[in-house]
């Protein structure tokens, strides 16, 4: 193993090393700084020429300047880090990559996660109903998402999911047409999903149309979409509802100690839902804390599930942690919604809270719950064009491999065994269907994290890309050369990461060979 990390270290690191030098020398004949600058007569301007030139060593060989940069770079292993400035305005370098990268991760986490995790999911529950309209309709879509341009996307997005937004919560009554039309898919891409006899599919429908109908009455009737706010009740219920479904998918229902592990932390989120909203008032609120507590949710699931016990403890704490995620996020976002009307009523929201551009609102200062609020108004949109685009290659990926899963011979001994099919599903097929997604997911994350240039150019978010687009436009080789830096450390990051993830889903494959 440790034979294993030095080899890739040094190879790694040689990699980046010629990898840098190769990038500055195409930049550096790419890019001539003057070019646009050198026909100017203005004595200032001719002054700020000379200036830059001499702040970026422009007069020294290519090689020389390189080896320059490269031991700002090294700095960087001492504290005292300098990747070279941006020469229109003189600024480090260092500290355009602060913001930027910060800008990123926060546009694309989210984005990422819910993709990964719905592509996954639809993709399995695609691959077992082979052939049936639902696969049929989920693979159109897929191919329909995939092929769509992001911009066009985008634009759609700003037009309809925030202008004409924004003026329906003006008077936020819901249609008739639209009451059918929500029910009609829901029902559809439910008895779709679930499958069965006919009378399942009959039932299942009945349960979906009856349950989307009850929703959209409550939003309609009470005014949820101008103040929001779950409530106890709805709590209670989404709670209940979480721990079932993931003592589903992680055990199985007829393992009781599981499910009454998760329906115990579920009843302890909901004991805790009056308690909290105090607790939110005298507790000075940061991301740290706020994270800090969810992974205190976490531990406190664990505890439970082995105090719970069972044939295997260790199933019945991991059942019970997973259940603690979204019961700790529902209390979470219990009281965020409880910030929206004031957010919505602010003089600079106007009430039209969705917005189109930039990463927060300008002047805007309040406390922790009203600054995520913001945020969180300005990634909705930006986050729904990175899913649409990454949720269908995802559900392709997973699709495919599901099926080539599906019809190897351990897969019909395990349901010759007698197996039920969640078993044969959760246990046998899903982690080797996820051993080709093994080398896809951590690049696609990397090459997110490099930043998404034409949603980040749309929605004016100063990321990664737009640092890139910015720099290369103005000549500036110091910040193109600090991202392609990343970029390529990022590359290296994400091959490795996929070896070692390779390794933990498929035993047959050990990091030290």
């Known amino acids: ?48 020429i000379d200036s830059r030139v001499a702040l970026l060593n422009l007069n020294d060989p290519v090689l020389v300047r390189y080896l320059d940069w490269l031991g700002g770079v090294a700095n960087c292993f001492t504290g005292s880090c300098d990747l070279g400035f941006a020469w229109m305005t003189g600024q480090p370098v260092t500290s355009l990559l602060g913001g930027a990268v910060a800008t990123t991760l926060q546009l694309v986490t989210a984005a990422t996660l819910i993709a990964i995790v ?115 009740v709805l709590v209670a219920i989404s709670a209940i509802v979480w721990a079932f479904i993931i003592t589903e998918l992680s055990t199985g229902l007829k393992d009781r100690r599981s499910l009454y592990a998760a329906l115990t932390v579920a009843g302890v989120g909901i004991a805790l839902y009056y308690p909290m909203l105090y607790v939110w ?64 009523n602010h003089g600079l929201i106007k009430g039209r809270p969705i917005a189109t551009f930039s990463s927060r609102t300008p002047n805007l200062e309040g406390s922790f719950w009203l600054e995520t609020t913001d945020l969180f108004t300005h990634l909705i949109l930006p986050t729904l064009t990175l899913v649409l685009i990454s949720f269908a290659s995802y559900t392709r990926y997973t699709r495919a491999s599901t099926l080539e899963v599906l019809n190897q011979d351990y897969i019909r001994t395990a349901r010759a065994k007698g197996l039920t099919e969640r078993t044969v599903v959760m246990r046998h097929a899903f982690r080797n269907a996820l051993i080709p997604l093994a ?14 240039v034409i949603t980040e150019t749309i929605f004016s978010w100063f990321g990664m890309g737009r640092l890139f687009v910015a720099s290369l436009g103005d000549n500036m080789i110091d910040p193109v050369m600090a991202y392609l830096l990343i970029a390529a450390i990022l590359a290296v990051v994400a091959n490795f990461v996929a070896d070692l993830v390779y390794s933990v889903l498929d035993p047959r494959i050990r990091v030290n060979a």
């Open 1 to 48: 193993m440790i034979m294993f990390f030095v080899r890739r270290l040094l190879t790694s690191s040689l990699v980046v090393l010629v990898s840098t030098l190769i990038m500055y020398l195409l930049v550096d004949i790419a890019i001539d700084p003057l070019e646009d600058l050198r026909l100017s007569t203005a004595t200032n301007k001719q002054q700020l």
């Open 118 to 232: 719905l592509g996954i999911f639809v993709g399995i529950v695609s691959a077992l109903r082979q052939y049936t309209g639902f696969d049929y309709s989920i693979t159109f879509m897929s191919f329909l998402f995939y092929s769509l341009p992001t911009f066009w996307v985008a634009v759609l997005l700003k037009q309809w999911g925030a202008i004409k937004f924004n003026t329906f919560l003006a008077d936020p009554g819901i249609p008739p047409w639209f009451y059918v039309l929500v029910i009609a898919l829901v029902a559809i891409t439910a008895m779709g999903a679930v499958g069965g006899s006919l009378t399942t599919r009959l039932k299942v429908v009945a349960a979906a149309s009856v349950s989307t109908l009850a929703v959209l009455l409550y939003i309609d009737l009470t005014g949820w979409l101008t103040d929001p706010s779950l409530g106890i």
């Open 281 to 344: 008032i005298y507790l000075r609120e940061t991301w740290l804390i706020i994270i800090g507590l969810g992974l205190l949710a976490i531990l406190v699931g664990l505890v439970i599930g082995r105090l719970w016990g069972g044939p295997d403890p260790w199933r019945t704490a991991r059942t019970a942690a997973l259940t603690a995620i979204p019961v700790s996020m529902l209390l979470f976002f219990e009281r965020l919604l409880l910030t929206w009307e004031t957010y919505t």
């Open 439 to 452: 080398s896809i997911i951590p690049v696609d994350i990397i090459t997110l994290l490099g930043g998404a």
